[in-house]
């Protein structure tokens, strides 16, 4: 399994490039998909060269992707490993020229995520993890012949920080938290998952929807940080077990010396009542 990492660090920041050429471009092809969520030619060109490049190192292997068409769960639930993807989380962010955008790549094995790469096309850093081997940061232009691997870990702020959206209003987590707290503001799912995982944050809340391959990929790097992903009840979050591919709310929770419980309310989505 940890083979598979520098192949797929290859494939996302090749995906992360593709999205950088169309960056600038005045047309970036946007459309609206059926469920009213955006899509660019950025989404579409890195979702290609990744399943280009996934199916030529594993061709046995199969792909869900967010950017095709996901296949009813009587003929995906006996698959005991396939690589979920998320070619560009942070559309909304790559549209209005935040940076705030990443490439996200999971290998899913008897339903948990087991391997993990998020690639940050604008910082061209990547965080990738894989079970029992450890998160890691490389920041591929801090010199020109080499890498530099920086080991992941978890911490506790002094005071509660919370990683949000640029756009988020507070007060829609806030709620469900019995403490102050400072934030730190960035993009995309997978990009606050990071955070926590680096040890700039302490924890996420997501209120709202999202799909398995939002999740995939930052669960096992902020596992292998230390952290954990659950869902807004404190549950584990699924994978490939419903015939919706849809996330409950859920939490990124980082150093396990907080009070996680006892801090944060738990709640249920009503349309997934």
Known sequence: MQSFLEPCIEIAKKAGQAIM???DQEDIGQQQKSDDTPVTKADLAANKIIIDGLMKLTPDIPIMSEETAIPPLNE??????????DPMDGTGEFILKSGDFAVNIALIENNKP???IIHWPIKDATYFAAKDFGAFKREHTITADSNQDTKLEVVKHHKLTLAVSRRQKIEAVSCYLDRDFDTIAVGSCSLKACMIAEGKADCFLRVGPTGEWDTGASQIIVEQAGGQ???????PISYNQR???????FIIMGH??????KMITPHRRTELL
């Open 21 to 23: 050429d169309i960056y």
């Open 76 to 85: 995906r639930k006996d698959w005991t490993r396939y690589w979920l993807l």
């Open 114 to 116: 087991v391997l993990g």
């Open 229 to 235: 992903i659950l869902s807004a009840e404190f549950n």
């Open 243 to 249: 015939e919706i591919t849809e996330n409950p709310d």
């Open 256 to 261: 396990n010396d907080w009070p996680w419980q």
